[in-house]
C-alpha cells in the first residue's frame, strides 16, 4: 500500500521570505514522487517529480524539492515567495516496486498563503 | 506541450439529467486517461482510469453505470453522469499521461464544476 501525507492544511509566509511545504510518503518499494499546484477552480498543473538521482529537484516557478530517504520526506521548498504563489499544494506518490501501471496517491492539500 | 483540455468548464443542469463532460490531449497522443473528482477542500479522488479502446477501470465504490466513461480515441476519452443528483455535484478533473509506463506524468486539464439543481 502507499500513502502520502501533507501534515499542515495551511502554510503562511511573508512575501520574499522562504517557504516550505511538508510532505512524508510511505510505500513498500522505491517511491516516484510528485507535486502539483491547483489555482482556484482550475486543474493541477504539474511542477516537479522525482524518480532516481539527485535527491534535490528543480521544477517549474523557481521551486524545488528534497528527497530524503531515512524520513522518508519530500518537501517543497522555494528561496523566496511570491504572493502569485498563494494555492494549493498537492503532494503524490506512486510505489515502483510493484509491475504494471499503479495510481498515484494524492495528498489532502496545503493551501499555502504569501502575504504582502 | 502536454496540455490537457476540458469540455464544459461549468454545467448546471436538473436533477435527473445526463451530464458529458469531454476531455481531451491537445499536442500528444494519451494511452491513459483519468478521472478525478475533487469535493470542496479535499483532495484528488480517483474514479476511473481508462485505456483507449477498452474498457475503464473503476476505482472501489464508484458506480460503473453512473459514470459512463467512453476513451474513443488517443486524443479524447468522455465521462457521462447519468441521471445526475444533488450529490454528484462536485469539480471532475481529467489527466492524461502518454504512456503506460511506470514513470509517466500526469498532465491534469483545467476541470470542470458540475452542479446539479
Known amino acids: 500500500a502507499q500513502s502520502v501525507a501533507q501534515p499542515e492544511d495551511q502554510v503562511k509566509v511573508a512575501e520574499g521570505n522562504p517557504l516550505t511545504v511538508k510532505c512524508t510518503y510511505s510505500?513498500?518499494?522505491?517511491?516516484?514522487l510528485f507535486w502539483y499546484v491547483q489555482y482556484p477552480n482550475r486543474g493541477l498543473q504539474f511542477l516537479l517529480k522525482?524518480?532516481?538521482?539527485?535527491?534535490l529537484v528543480k521544477g517549474s516557478y523557481g521551486f524545488e524539492a528534497e528527497f530524503n530517504k531515512s524520513q522518508t520526506s519530500f518537501h517543497l521548498k522555494k528561496p523566496s515567495a511570491l504572493v502569485s504563489d498563494s494555492a494549493l499544494y498537492f503532494c503524490?506518490?506512486?510505489?515502483?516496486?510493484?509491475?504494471?501501471?499503479?495510481?498515484?496517491?494524492f495528498g489532502t492539500g496545503t493551501k499555502l498563503q504569501v502575504i504582502p | 506541450g502536454a496540455v490537457v483540455s476540458q469540455h464544459p468548464s461549468r454545467v448546471i443542469c436538473k436533477s435527473g439529467t445526463s451530464v458529458k463532460i469531454e476531455c481531451r490531449s491537445l499536442?500528444?497522443?494519451?494511452?491513459?486517461m483519468f478521472w478525478y473528482r475533487q469535493f470542496p477542500k479535499q483532495s484528488l479522488m480517483l474514479m476511473a482510469t481508462?485505456?483507449?479502446?477498452?474498457?475503464?477501470?473503476?476505482e472501489q465504490g464508484v458506480e460503473k453505470d453512473k459514470f459512463l466513461i467512453n476513451h474513443a480515441s488517443l486524443t479524447l476519452s468522455t465521462l457521462t453522469v447519468t441521471s445526475a443528483h444533488p450529490e454528484d455535484s462536485s469539480f471532475y478533473i481529467c489527466?492524461?499521461?502518454?504512456?503506460?509506463?511506470?514513470?509517466?506524468?500526469?498532465?491534469f486539464g483545467p476541470g470542470t464544476r458540475l452542479t446539479v439543481l
Open positions: 522525482y524518480i532516481t538521482g539527485d535527491n
Open positions: 499536442d500528444f497522443q494519451a494511452t491513459t
Open positions: 489527466s492524461a499521461t502518454l504512456g503506460q509506463g511506470r514513470t509517466d506524468t500526469q498532465y
Open positions: 481508462s485505456n483507449e479502446g477498452s474498457k475503464a477501470t473503476y
Open positions: 503524490a506518490v506512486r510505489d515502483m516496486s510493484t509491475g504494471g501501471y499503479q495510481k498515484v496517491t
Open positions: 510505500v513498500s518499494g522505491n517511491p516516484y
